[in-house]
């Protein structure tokens, strides 16, 4: 009973170790409030942005590293830490930016930095569409603002939009990082761990099926109850 309470053990573990984190739904998103429509090298800007878990609502937790960095193609690297304004998710921080072109993820305390876009100084901030397997449009979302809201978060309970209005001009949405999936709809990272958990627990049944038959009495072999008279 010990080595199927081990093998079980395994299997479990296999399946835990093979779900990638936004299966999990350990996953946020970072929302810009309306920015400017160019910005200047060496100027000063005040950016609004939101983090919401599943892009639908506040994080509980505490929620700390917040805001927004910046990395340019050589390796620079720029970041701005976001102050908690009024609201559920709200944030503000003051970003000085040099020239060049940067990509702008916003640091989501316990989250993976999410990448928001492209920003090109001087020039405008390019932002980049909800990934499709990060986009939750499930009806019935929670109200949790007042007038100041999120961008696309009409006022009460509702679809979200995951639009966004705050980039200057529509931009081709990147590929989704989705898991694929068979045709009955069972995301590939789902079968090597079935497989693998079937074997073992395949093993399993035969190893205890032959330590059952060694302790039955066979044809050839008395059992304990039976009393043999020597002539």
């Known amino acids: 009973m010990r080595q199927i309470m081990v093998?079980?053990?395994?299997?479990?573990?296999?399946?835990?170790?093979?779900?990638?984190?936004?299966?999990a739904g350990a996953?946020?998103?970072?929302y810009l409030d309306p920015v400017p429509s160019r910005f200047a090298g060496g100027q000063s800007y005040a950016l609004g942005f939101w983090v919401l878990q599943h892009g639908t609502h506040p994080f509980e937790g505490k929620m700390d590293p917040v805001g927004l960095r910046l990395t340019k193609a050589g390796g620079e690297v720029l970041e701005f830490a976001g102050t908690p304004l009024p609201e559920a998710g709200h944030y503000v921080t003051s970003v000085v930016v040099p020239e060049g072109v940067w990509k702008v993820a916003g640091v989501q305390g316990p989250f993976e930095p999410y990448e928001v876009g492209t920003l090109t100084v001087p020039g405008s901030?390019?932002?980049?569409?909800v990934p499709e397997n990060l986009a939750d449009t499930s009806s019935g979302v929670e109200d949790f603002w007042g007038a100041v809201r999120p961008p696309g978060f009409a006022p009460g309970k509702g679809t979200v939009s995951f639009a966004t209005p705050s980039a200057p001009a529509p931009v081709s949405a990147p590929v989704a990082a989705t898991?694929?999936?068979?045709?009955?709809?069972?995301?590939?990272?789902?079968l090597l761990p079935a497989a693998a958990g079937g074997a073992v627990l395949a093993w399993a049944a035969l190893r205890l099926r032959?330590?059952?038959?060694?302790?039955?009495?066979?044809?050839?072999?008395?059992?304990?109850d039976t009393i043999v008279i020597s002539g």
Do not use: H, K, N, Q
């Open 179 to 190: 898991a694929p999936t068979r045709p009955d709809g069972v995301p590939a990272y789902m």
């Open 125 to 129: 901030l390019r932002i980049d569409p």
């Open 210 to 224: 032959g330590r059952r038959r060694e302790e039955e009495p066979g044809p050839d072999r008395p059992s304990a």
């Open 7 to 23: 093998v079980l053990a395994t299997v479990a573990a296999l399946f835990a170790g093979s779900v990638p984190a936004a299966a």
């Open 27 to 30: 996953w946020a998103v970072t």
